[in-house]
Each structure stands twice: as structure tokens, then as C-alpha cells.
């Protein structure tokens, strides 16, 4: 641990004591979860951000929709708008946050919706489209209001939870202990070539309760989209330098990826859910722009691109080779199998109800 993340170690202990009694509350029924008679899946990490949850909860919905009315609730995390509301082709981040707004734009036949109370937001999509079949919380690991009848905790393979500490001297928002009523735990963004060694080993350190499953995935990355819609460019199969900008909490696969295209990466981080101004892409322009040679582009990841729909930003951009790249997520033999047979048992045993 970096010394001075020692020096924060007490303050983590604090904020996880706070984590643990407010769970205990919950526990001994001084303030109150709700069960639903819908079928409810949550995703979340126990960490701020960086396990690849769009991408896992993108692989539910593609899971689900096909058979199922299928909704997504968010909190709708940055957005300048607060309480329920179903979110529309029309919105932007500042409405909806750009998780939600992701996807509304890829997914036309799922209902999205956002809502700082989970336990509200379900009670009026079930209102609004009582046709509904499933939900999947996002982001709702530690969202005591709601229990859902699936829990699915995400951790990433380079930054395990069991090898992190609580904010503010790690990353974690509770205790590594908090993991125990997760259902489902996925190792994400592992490498694509996977050891059953590696396997083993870190099921070992994951230390798994008798109750929980755990699953290996990884990142797929889809063809590049130009950023710009009305600037029609190709991504270039081999570049002499990439610069890489982004505004998430761990870059770490997709430089990675970049790097096999590629001879240097230049990178320029922002805090995570970073709303861009003009500012920000004229000090990414003026950095492109002094990179020494001609074959050059730009690259920054789909969530990115979210926030950066406003023509205003996009213009900044207009002449130049900036690109986004989609990812997908991809489970390793056997584990693809095992999981969908997993949530569908599950969705399909408690469909009983409705």
C-alpha cells in the first residue's frame, strides 16, 4: 500500500464501520428491504467503478430481451435531473447519465429508467409498464432498499476486492466481507488465453461462500465508430501512435487492446464520469495535433461518447480521425453456458408470480 494510502487506512476503517452498521440496520429490520414479485437481478461492484459493469449488464439485457420483457433502473449517475423518469432517444447525459443513456441508444425494445430510489423507481415501472417481465438493477450492490432475488458482484482480474481496501485508502465502498450475500461473482476483464492454473488459483483467493458461483470473463471490442457521425472515416488497421482519452475508472484492458494496433499510445485521463467541456477537447486537439508524426488517431471508449453527443463538442473534432471503440463481454468455457442456464432458471422460476 502507498504510504499515503497508510495514512488514509484509518479513515477507510471508519467509513467501513459506517457501510457495516447501516447493513446491520437492515439486518435486524430497522429500516426495511422489499422483496418484488418480479423477477430482479442486480449487478454492482463493491469497488468505485473500473469492473466493466455496462458491458456485463449490456450481456444480460441481450440475454433477457429476446423472451422477456425486460427493464433496466439506474440511478443515473452525474445527471442534473433527480426522481423517476423513463428515458428517451431524445435525452442526453445531463437527463438520464450516460450509462442509461447508452442503453436507450442500443437497445430499442428494453424499457430504461432512472431513479436515485430504486425501491420507488421499481414500484412505477411496474406502474407505467405493468407488461414488464424483469428488471436488472444497475449498480445496486449496496442499495439495501431493494433485495434483489439475484445478486451478481463484479471484480475485476488486475484489481481483485480481496486485494483492495476501503475508500479513502483503496477503492472499496465496504468491507471485502460485504462480498458474502453476493450470488454470482465474475472475474472481469481476465485475459482472453486462460490458464485453468490462473483459474484455480483465483477461485482460491476469491474464497467463496458455499452459496456462490463464480465466472470468468472477458472483453470482445467491436469494430471502431467514427465519433463524429457525419465525418465517415475508417479506423485505419496499423497507426504509428493512438491517442487515448477517456473519462472511466480503469483503462487498463482497453490500452491494452490499443496496443496491438499501434507502435505508441499517448494517454490523457479525466476523472470518471467526466463531463466534457470545450476546454477539455481543445487541450486534446492541441495535444494531438503536436504529436510528431502524420498517421495518428484519436480513440476514447463508448461511455465517453456519451457525453460527448453536443454538437458544440462534436465540431471541435469535425476534421480530425477521433474514434470510439464498443466492447462486448464474453464468458470463458464452460462459464458461458453455466451462467445463462443460471439467470434463466432463475428468471424463469420466479416468473411464477407475475
Known amino acids: 500500500m502507498a504510504a499515503v494510502n497508510y495514512l488514509l487506512y484509518p479513515a477507510g476503517i471508519l467509513y467501513g464501520i459506517i457501510m457495516w452498521v447501516r447493513k446491520l440496520f437492515f439486518s435486524f429490520g430497522i429500516l426495511k428491504s422489499e422483496v418484488f ?4 437481478i442486480s449487478v454492482g461492484n463493491l469497488s468505485a467503478g473500473g469492473t466493466g459493469k455496462t458491458p456485463h449488464v449490456e450481456y444480460l439485457i441481450r440475454l433477457l430481451s429476446e423472451t422477456r420483457q425486460t427493464a433496466t433502473l439506474s440511478r443515473g449517475y452525474g445527471r442534473r435531473t433527480r426522481g423517476f423518469m423513463i428515458a ?12 442509461p443513456m447508452q ?4 437497445f430499442r425494445d428494453v424499457v430504461v429508467a432512472v431513479d436515485e430510489r430504486r425501491r420507488r423507481g421499481i414500484h412505477k415501472l411496474m406502474e407505467t409498464h405493468p407488461e414488464l417481465q424483469m428488471i436488472l438493477l444497475d449498480d445496486a450492490y449496496q442499495h439495501m432498499y431493494v433485495k434483489p432475488g439475484l445478486s451478481i458482484l463484479l471484480t475485476a482480474y488486475h484489481h481483485l476486492y480481496t486485494q483492495d481496501f476501503v475508500l479513502p485508502a483503496g477503492s472499496l465502498r465496504e468491507f471485502r466481507s460485504q462480498a458474502c450475500p453476493a450470488d454470482l461473482i465474475v472475474v472481469t476483464k481476465t485475459p482472453k488465453i486462460f490458464s485453468p492454473i490462473t483459474r484455480r488459483r483465483l477461485i482460491s483467493e476469491l474464497a467463496l461462500q458455499s452459496h456462490q458461483e463464480v465466472y470468468f470473463s472477458y472483453i470482445q471490442y467491436d469494430e471502431a465508430i467514427p465519433l463524429n457521425p457525419d465525418f465517415v472515416n475508417i479506423m485505419p488497421e496499423r497507426v504509428n501512435t493512438i491517442l487515448l482519452f477517456s473519462g472511466i475508472a480503469d483503462d487498463y484492458a482497453l490500452r491494452e487492446h490499443l496496443g496491438r494496433l499501434c507502435e505508441a499510445i499517448e494517454v490523457i485521463r479525466f476523472p470518471d464520469h467526466h463531463v466534457y467541456s470545450p476546454g477539455d477537447l481543445k487541450k486534446i486537439r492541441n495535444e494531438f495535433d503536436r504529436l510528431p508524426t502524420k498517421n495518428k488517431i484519436l480513440v476514447t471508449t463508448e461511455k465517453d461518447a456519451m457525453r460527448l453527443r453536443d454538437k458544440s ?5 469535425i476534421d480530425l480521425p477521433a474514434f470510439f471503440i464498443p466492447i462486448r463481454v464474453r464468458f470463458h468455457e464452460p462459464d458461458e453456458e453455466r451462467f445463462n442456464k443460471r439467470i434463466l432458471y432463475y428468471v424463469q422460476k420466479n416468473s411464477a408470480n407475475l
Open 103 to 106: 442503453y436507450v441508444r442500443k
Open 37 to 40: 414479485n418480479i423477477p430482479v
Open 88 to 99: 428517451r432517444e431524445f435525452h442526453d447525459h445531463h437527463d438520464i447519465g450516460d450509462e
Open 313 to 317: 463538442l462534436q465540431e471541435i473534432f
